[in-house]
């Protein structure tokens, strides 16, 4: 199923900029094992971003549902999250919000 036939760009990329107005992102690492300790999934911890190298694109790790990064290559499913550029080099963000 092609996730991107109904999608509305300018919108996600209003978004994306609102998002980074209004959080402080510290890089923790990446990878999986960026999530927990030697970790070999993403743990859906609250907080927790992964940014698409990309295309610059924050999706927070513990939400609910289906996203998908602009450029497409980073995915989000209820159970899993995967990178068609590899795990590996999915970047790991801890988000707190700006005063």
């Keep these: 199923m092609d996730l991107n036939w109904n999608r509305n760009v300018s919108k996600e990329k209003e978004q994306?900029?609102?998002?980074k107005k209004k959080m402080h992102f510290s890089y923790v690492g990446h990878g999986p094992r960026a999530t927990g300790?030697?970790?070999?999934?993403?743990?859906?911890?609250?907080?927790l971003y992964a940014r698409c190298p990309q295309c610059d694109y924050y999706m927070p790790l513990d939400a609910q549902g289906t996203e998908v990064c602009l450029c497409g290559s980073l995915t989000r499913t209820p159970d899993t999250l995967t990178a068609a550029y590899g795990e590996e080099e999915v970047e790991i963000f801890k988000a707190a919000a700006l005063r």
């Design 16 to 19: 994306q900029e609102a998002l």
């Design 37 to 47: 300790f030697l970790s070999k999934t993403f743990k859906r911890k609250p907080g």
